[in-house]
């Protein structure tokens, strides 16, 4: 935990929080993020231009960020490309099978006290913490 900065991380909290109240509270949807990108991918009339103005703005967001302060980005990854691919698609299916990602159950599903959402994300930090101990302790970060 050497990088850990309270101030950045609550800050950060703060503003998932603010925006999946206001996307709620003005346009009555849950900020999902899986579920708005598989309204991109699989579209229902009058659905595409928020959901795509959606995923464009996090992508604007993160692309600005980049720009602005690299330095955030300069992170070593200690594992190989194909476990990262793994990891990635592992999450994608999770994502799928639990019917929704982080966003959606842990911040604005727990918040409006669902109880799938608790279930779920006790699931997926639950299934984290078994495979970071799987991966580090019983494989010895080999993977």
């Not at 603010?18 to 009339?45: D, E, N, T, W, Y």
Request: with cysteine; net charge positive.
């Amino acid at each position: 935990m050497e990088n850990f900065t309270p101030i950045a991380s609550t800050i950060g909290g703060l503003l998932i929080g603010l925006s999946a109240a206001l996307m709620l509270l003005f346009h009555g949807r849950i900020a999902g993020i899986s579920g708005i990108f598989r309204g991109v991918l699989q579209p229902k009339k009058g659905e595409f231009a928020w959901r795509a103005a959606f995923i464009g703005g996090l992508l604007a967001g993160g692309a600005a960020l980049v720009f602005m302060t690299p330095e955030l980005f300069a992170v070593s990854i200690d594992r190989s490309l194909v476990a990262v691919a793994a990891a990635g698609l592992l999450v994608g299916f999770g994502t799928r099978l639990g019917n929704g990602c982080t966003s959606g159950h842990g911040v604005c599903g727990m918040s409006r006290l669902s109880a799938r959402s608790f279930v779920a994300t006790a699931s997926f930090m639950t299934a984290g913490a078994i495979t970071v101990f799987i991966v580090n302790h019983l494989l010895g970060g080999a993977v």
